[in-house]
């Protein structure tokens, strides 16, 4: 059973809260073996070991116009991980918005939602950015990542219960 996020109207949505229901949803109800965070210049990259898809967390309009200045979003934009297709995720209100400004711009990437009892929804599906499939030394890189996060959180847990 996936876990539901908090109740955003109860909660201060933080990008920790929408990176969370992400990895929850990729995770248990899309079955996607890789889910990592802050890989290379993404807040979320999840892969099936066929595809990799990026999202990228947004919490206000700036932060997302802000993203468009970044070179990945270029066609020119070389790098070792380039996404099968990305997302944008955000809260209901602004994810809205961004899709309604993806619509005009007649963009490839998605939009994802994350409604108030915490269920991820596809607004407007991706579309590919290219076909290419994962490479390996790509899902050894999100491995090496993923292990990071782990040790990381083990030690914060740690120190959670020597405190008591």
């Not at 944008?88 to 009892?117: C, H, Q």
């Not at 915490?118 to 499939?133: C, F, I, S």
Request: with cysteine.
């Amino acid at each position: 059973m996936t876990p539901k996020t908090p109740n955003f109207l109860e909660n201060n949505i933080t990008s920790a809260t929408l990176k969370n229901a992400l990895l929850g949803y990729y995770r248990f109800e899309r079955g996607y073996p890789y889910v990592v965070t802050e890989f290379f210049d993404a807040d979320v990259v999840v892969s099936n070991q066929k595809i990799a898809v990026e999202c990228e967390v947004k919490i206000s309009w700036k932060d997302y116009r802000a993203d468009w200045s970044k070179k990945k979003h270029s066609d020119n934009y070389r790098s070792i991980f380039k996404p099968n297709m990305l997302y944008f995720a955000a809260p209901s209100e602004l994810a809205m918005r961004i899709k309604e400004d993806l619509e005009e711009k007649s963009s490839k990437y998605g939009v994802i939602t994350i409604t108030e009892n915490g269920t991820v929804q596809v607004l407007r599906k991706a579309r590919k950015l290219h076909t290419k499939p994962v490479t390996e030394k790509v899902l050894n890189y999100m491995i090496a990542r993923l292990t990071s996060e782990l040790i990381t959180l083990r030690h914060k847990v740690e120190l959670l219960q020597t405190k008591d």
